[in-house]
């Protein structure tokens, strides 16, 4: 498959979050907008997503703590470890993002969609529990969004895009099909995996984007001496 490297940029606030981005891609990332793979120890203000644009939001199993969100109405969500939340708003305002439980550390990814179909604010919860795993030996497959197989994730949102956190054991593999005219992104979370017999490091700080192709094809990834973990994205516009 044909792809682009994209490279993110850290950004830090003081020592309460540090933050790997990219944005400023859309479009070669349609439809994703961007993403932001963030540790966080401290409130933090966010603007919501503006009105078109839909944010879901994964917290990692080794999170110590949930991610409390509260926007300019007061309305209050905590997501906790290993859960999700997608949310979409037809206006635009701040929102503050804590640590459930002071002094313990967020890990969290936002990934930044198009919204294809106009809908007024919707916010949709998936608690750690309702997510599908796929283990098998060697590797471990949550679905956190969409399908894959015969699984299907109950986070149902109006997107055609599925989101799979991916554990391997050293030298394993996963073989995820891309739909025609898909585009996918791998974020490696740690390890060094091998995309279709290429190699990227989570120390890198840039990812690989696949174009949509024409016909379906298949990203196989490896774990490339030593037990990995890796975000896998794909949807079409």
């Known amino acids: 498959m044909q792809y682009s490297l994209l490279p993110m940029r850290r950004e830090n606030h003081g020592s309460h979050m540090r933050a790997c981005r990219l944005h400023g891609c859309a479009s070669l990332m349609r439809p994703f907008i961007g993403m932001d793979h963030c540790w966080l120890s401290a409130p933090t203000a966010q603007p919501q997503p503006p009105a078109g644009i ?28 290993g859960g999700a939340r997608w ?94 005219g898909a585009t996918a992104f791998v974020i490696p979370v740690f390890g060094c995996i091998e995309i279709n017999n290429e190699r990227f490091s989570s120390s890198e700080m840039q990812i690989p984007v696949y174009l949509g192709s024409s016909a379906q094809q298949q990203l196989t990834l490896r774990a490339s001496g030593a037990r990995a973990k890796f975000m896998l994205v794909a949807g079409g516009c």
């Open 54 to 81: 839909a944010l879901l939001s994964y917290l990692f199993l080794d999170s110590e703590t949930g991610l409390r969100s509260r926007d300019a109405s007061g309305n209050s969500t905590v997501i906790q470890p």
């Open 87 to 180: 949310l979409a708003a037809d206006r635009t305002y701040m929102r503050e993002s804590s640590p459930a439980q002071a002094g313990r550390t967020v890990h969290v990814l936002h990934i930044y969609l198009e919204q294809t179909v106009t809908c007024h604010s919707i916010a949709l919860d998936l608690e750690a529990h309702e997510v599908p795993v796929l283990e098998l030996p060697g590797k471990r497959i949550r679905l956190v969004l969409g399908k894959h197989g015969k699984l299907r994730s109950p986070l149902a949102p109006p997107t055609a895009s599925s989101v799979l956190d991916v554990t391997l054991d050293p030298d394993e593999e996963f073989t995820m099909p891309i739909s025609a």
